[in-house]
């Protein structure tokens, strides 16, 4: 269980509006509340992608998070993607550099996901490929900074609805802290991907 001083930051975008995020690149009213997006309760978050562009939220609520986990729902089954298109859902970052990250990709016939994780020396390591099908599914994803300069014990764990975790451990990551999240399409976006990308019940916790 969560406690409530655990809770960082929460949205279920039951308000119908975005006003409980920072802010965020909403690229011309691509980035919206609305029912169609709903995995839970009434409303979800519904991204449009007609274009290359970022288009996401962002959280400012993590302090100096040495510890991070985040929850939310995702469905990709309005997405059509073309053959070898990834980009990123999801990050987490210091003040100005990527700590980890969430992609997907079309492999084929198949949606696949993975965890991205740099380290100190700005090398990242990532998890193997994932597949899900492009219902509604719990996402989750966990990271934990190394314990002390030189100590390679950080780690990342990530799951897809009820299948096992993923993880990546033995990461450098010491002086590394969580001090924002991005969600929806972060970066990568490329021209064979357009649709919308769906988003519920945003959670995130110190663990």
């Known amino acids: 269980m969560t406690r409530p001083n655990d809770?960082?930051?929460?949205?279920?975008?039951?308000?119908?509006?975005?006003a409980a995020w920072s802010g965020g690149k909403l690229d011309n009213g691509d980035v919206f509340v609305t029912p169609y997006a709903a995995m839970v309760g009434n409303l979800g978050l519904a991204i449009?992608?007609?274009?290359?562009?970022?288009a996401h939220?962002?959280?400012?609520?993590?302090?100096?998070?040495?510890?991070?986990?985040a929850r939310f729902y995702f469905s990709?089954?309005?997405?059509?993607?073309?053959?070898?298109?990834?980009?990123?859902?999801?990050?987490?970052?210091?003040?100005?550099?990527?700590?980890?990250?969430?992609?997907?990709?079309?492999?084929?016939?198949l949606m696949q996901m993975r965890a991205v994780?740099?380290?100190?020396?700005?090398?990242?390591?990532?998890?193997t490929w994932q597949t899900f099908d492009q219902n509604g599914h719990a996402i989750l994803l966990e990271w934990q900074a190394a314990s002390a300069p030189g100590a390679a014990d950080g780690w990342l764990r990530f799951a897809i609805g009820p299948n096992p975790p993923v993880e990546l451990p033995g990461l450098n990551t010491a002086s590394l802290r969580v001090e924002r999240a991005l969600l929806g399409a972060v970066t990568g976006v490329d021209s064979g991907t357009r649709g919308a990308i769906l988003f519920d019940e945003f959670v995130s916790t110190r663990w």
Do not use: C, K, W
Request: charged share 30%.
């Open 7 to 18: 809770v960082i930051f929460r949205d279920g975008f039951e308000s119908g509006d975005l």
């Open 48 to 54: 449009e992608i007609d274009d290359n562009n970022q």
């Open 57 to 69: 939220l962002t959280d400012h609520s993590p302090a100096a998070e040495a510890r991070y986990r």
């Open 76 to 109: 990709a089954n309005q997405l059509p993607m073309a053959a070898t298109d990834r980009f990123t859902i999801f990050g987490i970052y210091t003040d100005t550099a990527l700590i980890a990250m969430l992609e997907i990709r079309r492999d084929g016939p």
């Open 117 to 127: 994780a740099r380290q100190e020396d700005g090398t990242q390591r990532s998890s």
